[in-house]
């Protein structure tokens, strides 16, 4: 019998990214491959069309930080997930469990632990998430992005890994980026990217923004399902919900990108060399941590910095202008950047804490 391992995490791209590129390493070896994730998640549109790999869903209860009725019923789905975690974790019988967190995991981690299964946790951000917080008592060890994150976890749990890029993001052709945007090398492009649920207000601003950019860029907007806007249409201007496969292309073309500050994506574009506009979300809709990771990287020299309570049309343009102004110092200051192997060291790392 083949070694067995039992993926989870999701609610957001974030949580699945690391997973996917540790996916493949896994099934490579022999090992046997499953996910547990909700139903109808992004997790489960990203991990079902790989080869090799079962999912399986559960009910899972959403880790809201505002007032909420549907607030009072989610512990009572987090237990039922538990409870069918724990049969499913009991059936698949897996040898360690991974989770890159979000509230889909808390439950597989609760069912994992009654069935005394090794489980390794990845945190992403510079401080601990809600679930990972929770899921931390049950947990072997913790690996963390940034090394200041040791610093919030108890001795002897956490293991400074680093930044996961996922291998084929380096492996994108320019012209194939411009040609499925219908673009021309002769004008730089612009990458915007509101998270994998897209975003209101950066969407807004940007198809405000058009008579101002276009004459000097050309633009690919990722707006987030069900937020395009069909009435929309410019020469130089593209929009999608979200892309896959093509996303090394479009990077590869990209010369610019404007984004949320995720600690997966912003680490992606650093091994890149993409200068950054990032955009966290506020404190009103988040507990803060993408503003940590983006000043983190505005204080190396990585980015630039718009928050979203300052984000207008003007605003947008003044900002996208002045890192257009200074590029060559942040490609200069992200080529001296040293990103270890994290992506290996975390294979090895699991492995190792695999019972058996």
């Known amino acids: 019998m083949g070694r067995k ?5 999701g609610g957001s791209a974030g949580h699945v990214s690391v997973n996917l590129a540790l996916i493949p390493l896994f099934l490579a070896e022999g090992w046997d491959v499953s996910y547990i994730g909700s139903k109808g998640g992004i997790e489960q549109q990203l991990t079902e069309s790989i080869d090799g790999v079962r999912y399986y ?3 899972t209860g959403k880790l809201r930080r505002y007032f909420d009725w549907n607030n009072f019923k989610e512990p009572f789905r987090v237990v039922k997930g538990a409870f069918e975690a724990f049969r499913l974790i009991k059936t698949i019988k897996p040898d360690v469990v991974f989770s890159k967190g979000g509230f889909v995991s808390v439950p597989v981690i609760l069912g994992s632990r009654m069935n005394k299964v090794p489980i390794v946790t990845h945190e992403s951000d510079l401080s601990p998430g809600l679930a ?9 060890k913790v690996c963390t992005t940034f090394p200041e994150t040791a610093d919030q976890l108890p001795n002897g749990k956490a293991v400074y890994a680093g930044a996961v890029i996922r291998t084929d993001l380096h492996k994108g052709n320019a012209a194939n980026g411009r040609a499925f945007c219908g673009f021309t090398s002769r004008k730089p492009i612009i990458l915007i990217m509101g998270g994998s649920l897209g975003s209101k207000k950066i969407n807004e601003s940007v198809r405000l923004s058009l008579d101002a950019l276009l004459p000097r860029y050309q633009i690919v907007h990722l707006c987030g399902k069900g937020q395009m806007d069909g009435s ?3 020469n130089g201007y593209v929009q999608f919900e979200y892309v896959t496969d093509e996303l090394p292309d479009l990077l590869a073309a990209t010369h ?9 994506s912003i680490f992606e574009f650093l091994s890149l060399r993409k200068p950054m506009l990032l955009i966290p979300l506020s404190k009103e809709a988040s507990r803060g941590d993408q503003i940590e990771n983006a000043q983190s990287f505005e204080k190396q020299g990585f980015c630039k910095v718009l928050f979203e309570e300052e984000l207008t049309a003007d605003s947008l343009c003044d900002s996208i202008e002045k890192l257009d102004e200074m590029k060559g110092a942040y490609i200069s200051r992200m080529e001296k950047s040293r990103l270890n192997n994290a992506l290996d060291q975390l294979f090895s790392l699991i492995k190792e804490e695999a019972k058996g």
């Not at 391992?5 to 995490?9: A, D, K």
């Not at 990972?132 to 072997?140: C, E, Q, T, W």
């Not at 404007?258 to 600690?263: D, H």
């Open 232 to 234: 929309i249409r410019r």
């Open 256 to 264: 610019f990108v404007v984004s949320r500050a995720g600690s997966n």
């Open 5 to 9: 391992i039992v993926f989870t995490g």
């Open 132 to 140: 990972n917080r929770l899921s931390l008592p049950f947990a072997k």
């Open 57 to 59: 869903s559960i009910s």
